[in-house]
Nanobody, 122 residues
Framework: VQLQASGGGLVKAGDSLRLSCAASGRTFSRYSMGWFRQALGKEREFVTAITRGGSTFSADSVEGRFTISRDNAKNTVYLQMNSLKPEDTAIYYC?????????????????WGQGTLVTVSS
């Protein structure tokens, strides 16, 4: 599976942004999909994930502001980000794993996209 993330950019605090992650191949529906982010000088952290069955999990820091969704017909997962804060500034990565368990554990993901930069100004 090859993943291509897009949609990043420069926005102001309080704005919204939607990221997309397009996957190649015909087996997209067999993967749980996650979004992770890495800010400058910090470790990569879990943001949110959606399982093959559609269950979603989110980090406390984005709960209620970020929404993950998937369109299996389009082989795409989305990350809708609302009420953005400067601390959301990071490179955002999408990833895929062939299990519904441990979706918050980045080291268990098998495939990673190249990342897209989100910058939120105050």
């Amino acid at each position: 599976v090859q993943l291509q993330a897009s949609g990043g950019g420069l926005v102001k605090a309080g704005d919204s942004l939607r990221l997309s992650c397009a996957a190649s191949g015909r087996t997209f529906s067999r993967y749980s999909m996650g979004w992770f982010r890495q800010a400058l000088g910090k470790e990569r952290e879990f943001v949110t994930a959606i399982t093959r069955g559609g269950s979603t999990f989110s980090a406390d820091s984005v709960e209620g502001r970020f929404t993950i969704s998937r369109d299996n017909a389009k082989n795409t997962v989305y990350l809708q980000m609302n009420s953005l804060k400067p601390e959301d500034t990071a490179i955002y990565y999408c990833a895929a794993k062939g299990s519904d368990y441990g979706v918050e554990r980045g080291y268990e993901y098998e495939y990673w996209g190249q990342g897209t930069l989100v910058t939120v100004s105050s």
